[in-house]
């Protein structure tokens, strides 16, 4: 005979412990959660990553909980998308877990929407030790001078630096902070994230696939000031990126540490493309050999073609097929590729 969870989640009976003793306490557990909402699907989810659940007392332990839930803004659709994939949260304490870590979520985000809007992304925060490592963070960010608009900005963008432990944020801070950068700009907590997720030795060969190209370090530290997330390219992105401006263009490579935002898009599809067009501008003496990289490769599509390519197309006629790739430029001038 199948036991209550097996008949009613259809799991199997190697995922449980049986319960058989008291299958009535199954069924209003089970009851409980239809009656907030939960799906077939989601109460067998739940039931699957956390069997004991079935154990719980509902008046206890699990009302009460899902009336927090309830009270700080999850919807009846939110709340069972969250505890489904999430049903850990169900088995923290109210008192002293969900109802502290909830309140210093809301006094860093300031409104209860905010607070949902962080839950529905990243569930788990509110199963950390906020005393041990997220809140003592927090404080070294707030001690620096970080605005409360920047630290819910991290929390939103780069959730797993928070749970960091402790000594090792307060270090990237205090690095961060030499390195120059403004604890008023947000490049400075995206500096404090780079330096807490990579290791020495990653950090090291990023700081490496710079330096081949001539840059010191002065100028790779202008670099990661500039656009901190560039540390996070891979090293073949960054190569990449570094042959076909320096090598196949022409620019210094000074000039690429200055705009490492550059390095960011897609060779084939947008750096490629644009440079064709500019490369052709620059040697019908439209536009200056020291045109910025960041002056065509940065704005959008539609903006680039309006500037730099409809704009003289009463020069240049075929700027458009340059630009497809279905022209080639040569000394005595313009033919097809086919």
């Known amino acids: 005979m199948k036991d209550i969870g097996d008949e009613i989640c259809g799991v199997s009976e190697s995922n449980f412990i049986p319960l058989d003793k008291n299958p009535q306490k199954a069924e209003r557990v089970l009851t409980l959660f239809r009656a907030h909402g ?12 956390r069997p004991r659940i079935l154990f719980s007392d509902p008046k206890k332990n699990l009302i009460p909980k899902l009336e927090f839930f309830r009270s700080i803004g999850l919807s009846r659709t939110d709340m069972p998308r969250i505890l489904s994939l999430n049903p850990s949260l169900l088995g923290r304490s109210l008192e002293n877990q969900l109802i502290p870590c909830h309140n210093f979520l809301k006094n860093v985000l300031i409104l209860d929407e905010n607070v ?29 001078g970080v605005p409360k608009s920047l630290i819910s900005f991290m929390l939103f963008q780069f959730p797993c630096v928070a749970y960091q432990n402790h000594e090792k944020f307060k270090k990237a801070v205090e690095e961060v902070i030499e390195m120059g950068f403004n604890p008023l700009r947000t490049m400075f907590v995206q500096a404090v994230q780079v330096i807490c997720e990579l290791t020495k030795m990653t950090w090291d060969r990023k700081w490496a696939a710079f330096r081949r190209w001539g840059l010191s370090d002065d ?19 960054i190569t990449r990126g570094m042959d076909f401006l320096v090598n196949k263009m022409g620019w210094e490579a000074v000039k690429v540490a200055k705009c490492p ?6 060779l084939e599809n947008r750096i490629i493309p644009r440079c064709r067009v500019i490369k052709v501008l620059i040697s019908e003496g439209i536009l200056k050999k020291d045109t910025s990289l960041g002056t065509f490769l940065m704005p959008s599509e539609n903006q680039f073609l309006e500037r730099f390519v409809s704009n003289y197309e009463d020069k240049v006629p075929e700027l458009l097929d340059v630009y497809r790739g279905k022209t080639v430029r040569l000394k005595t001038g313009l033919r097809s590729k086919d």
Do not use: W
């Not at 809007?117 to 001690?143: A, T």
């Not at 935002?261 to 897609?266: G, I, K, P, R, W």
């Open 116 to 144: 949902v809007k962080m839950l529905k992304q990243n569930s788990r925060i509110l199963l950390h030790d906020f005393e041990k490592n997220i809140g003592p963070n927090i404080c070294s960010l707030s001690g620096v």
């Open 38 to 49: 939960f799906s077939e699907t989601q109460i067998s989810k739940m039931v699957r990553i």
């Open 261 to 266: 935002a550059v390095l960011f898009y897609n």
């Open 219 to 237: 100028k790779i530290l202008l670099a990661f000031r500039s656009h901190p997330l560039c540390m996070n390219l891979s090293e073949e992105k």
